[in-house]
């Protein structure tokens, strides 16, 4: 889950003002943890406490209400409904990652993954993005190759994985749609060489900088065993006392690290 909130920061310079390389300094000071992250933490909040997932996404929006959210999530999380907006935006793939620690199988995965999602983006696309994020990253902590994986993903979403990111780099615009930026993110992980580079390589294609990147690292993470310890020491230093302490938490009781 580390991963996801390094790719969020890493990300967030980049937003408004895509850079389509990868010669980036990575760890900037413009960089800061955004609703991506703030909502990836109330995910794993839910899920270590059992708290309902939209009870868990109001409380944190509450408590960082400035992170960047966009604004039908922002009216929803301010109300006091608990039905969904039908939407088929981003956000519920880029908070699902804990969800692909957290199941013991892969259905579980799938189902806790859907009831992420059906707060908020109960869209059916908005479901699938959550399902495909949090199941490939299910697949790949479990030794599943990037072939295996590519053609479950497809079979199962029928997203077109065909695309590289140098293909998709030169006409991508900003999209915030799951089916027009989770196989892009995605992809990129698929053809990154580490964990650093899938950020890298995320960032590099533009359109919604932090939400690809948080996503592409997300399962990098998973696939690549670990991310380097410099940057998680420096991921893990930009979040306040609270969210650190949760992360650690989930860290120690889901994932087994220290």
């Avoid at 992170?67 to 301010?78: M, N, T």
């Avoid at 089916?179 to 580490?194: D, E, M, R």
């Avoid at 696939?223 to 930009?238: F, M, V």
């Amino acid at each position: 889950m580390l991963g996801a909130l390094l790719g969020d920061m890493v990300g967030s310079r980049f937003e408004w003002h895509n850079y389509q390389a990868k010669d980036f300094e990575l760890c900037h000071a413009a960089c800061r943890a955004t609703d991506d992250s703030v909502l990836t933490i109330a995910t794993a909040q839910a899920l270590l406490d059992q708290v309902p997932f939209g009870e868990a996404y109001r409380c944190w929006y509450r408590r960082y209400p400035h992170a960047g959210y966009g604004g039908s999530f922002a009216a929803w999380a301010a109300g006091d409904s608990f039905k969904g907006y039908n939407s088929f935006g981003n956000g519920s793939a880029m908070r699902v990652a804990p969800v692909g620690w957290y199941g013991k199988t892969l259905d579980e995965v799938m189902r806790l993954a859907r009831q992420s999602a059906l707060p908020t983006h109960n869209h059916p696309e908005g479901i699938k993005g959550a399902q495909a994020v949090a199941a490939t990253i299910f697949l790949a902590r479990c030794g599943e190759s990037k072939q295996q994986m590519k053609s479950w993903i497809e079979e199962t979403f029928f997203y077109d994985l065909a695309m590289t990111p140098d293909d998709i780099r030169p006409d991508y615009t900003f999209d915030v749609t799951c089916q027009g930026s989770v196989p892009q993110a995605i992809s990129c992980f698929l053809h990154s060489n580490n964990y650093e580079d899938a950020i890298r390589t995320a960032v590099s294609i533009g359109g919604d900088s932090d939400t690809i990147a948080c996503i592409s690292g997300s399962i990098a993470e998973a696939y690549y065993g670990s991310i380097p310890d410099p940057l998680g020491k420096w991921c893990l230093a930009n979040l306040d006392v609270s969210q650190r302490q949760l992360v650690k938490r989930f860290r120690h009781e889901v994932m087994g690290a220290n």
